[in-house]
């Protein structure tokens, strides 16, 4: 049968959601905890891989097994062996048909970024930190022209794998709780470091370095050597992948709204 599962991770200690050379990924502790559970080997795939330090309040990810287990056995057990870091939300049957990366019809993350003099201590691995005053108003104006869909080859890392650079970008939000601004931004994909990147110009833009429409410009000259800074991953967090209702997956949400305080 196929299984679908929800995992909430801290990225601080990963080298992403895959292993690399350097480092532990994430899928590789979630197969390990789950082919104990399932007593065979199991090989999951998500639905959106997240780069090193950054977290996840809802991955989903399907695998398949021969074992019959409850969904509470999965994910208690699963979690009986998985580091304090990360934890599964819920385990599904789904059908055979659904796959957590192709059958997602967008995705939603959001960036938190502590604009105060000081440094975070608190927060410190779950936040990004700007120390000069930030205008949010200047920020959303220059979002605006980020909506829709565009050839953002301008917001993409240079060693980005993706076929095409082309995404449409449904929803951008900035909001600030205190000293904490979020952005939350849904599309139906993302390239690699592209939030990061689109927070980086933002925040020149806030901060007064650079003028509103440099974002627009940005994305019209399509060359990332004219983006400006990647923002750090600490404040980067993967919220969830969005399915057709037909599969009935829970819809699960969590930190940050900002950082639930």
């Given amino acids: ?15 992403g959601w895959q292993s690399q050379a350097q480092g532990t990924g994430v899928q590789a502790v979630v197969e390990a905890a789950l082919s104990v559970v399932a007593n065979e080997p199991i090989v999951v795939q998500c639905a959106g891989r997240t780069d090193a330090g950054v977290h996840a309040v809802c991955q989903v990810a399907h695998f398949d097994s021969h074992s019959e287990r409850t969904p509470r056995a ?15 939300r819920w385990a599904q049957v789904v059908p055979e048909h659904f796959n957590a990366r192709f ?18 201590g608190l927060w410190h691995g779950r936040v990004s930190w700007e ?19 565009h050839d953002f080859s301008a917001f993409r890392a240079a060693g980005c794998q993706a076929r095409h650079p082309r995404r449409t970008i ?12 979020c952005m939350n931004i849904e ?31 940005v994305l ?32 699960m949400t969590g930190a940050p709204a900002p950082l639930q305080f």
């Avoid at 919220?239 to 009935?248: E, G, K």
Wanted: aromatic share 8%; proline share 6%; net charge positive.
């Fill in 74 to 88: 999965w994910t208690l057990g699963a979690n009986s062996h998985l580091p304090r870091s990360v934890s599964l």
């Fill in 131 to 149: 120390h000069r005053p930030l205008a949010l108003e200047r920020m959303r104006a220059a979002a605006t022209p980020l909506l829709g869909e």
């Fill in 220 to 251: 019209a000259g399509r060359d990332r050597r004219l983006g400006g800074v990647t923002a750090p991953a600490a404040g980067l967090y993967f919220l969830r992948p969005h399915y057709p209702a037909t599969f009935s997956l829970p819809v």
């Fill in 187 to 217: 599309a139906n994909a993302f390239l690699q470091h592209m939030v990061r990147n689109i927070v980086g110009v933002l925040v020149k833009i806030g901060a007064g370095e650079r003028p509103i429409d440099w974002a627009a410009e």
């Fill in 170 to 181: 449904r929803r951008l939000e900035l909001t600030r709780t205190g000293d904490l601004v």
């Fill in 103 to 120: 059958s997602a019809e967008a995705r939603s993350y959001s960036y938190v970024l502590l604009n105060r003099l000081s440094r975070p």
């Fill in 1 to 15: 049968m196929r299984i679908a599962v929800g995992i909430e991770y801290d990225g601080s200690s990963f080298c």
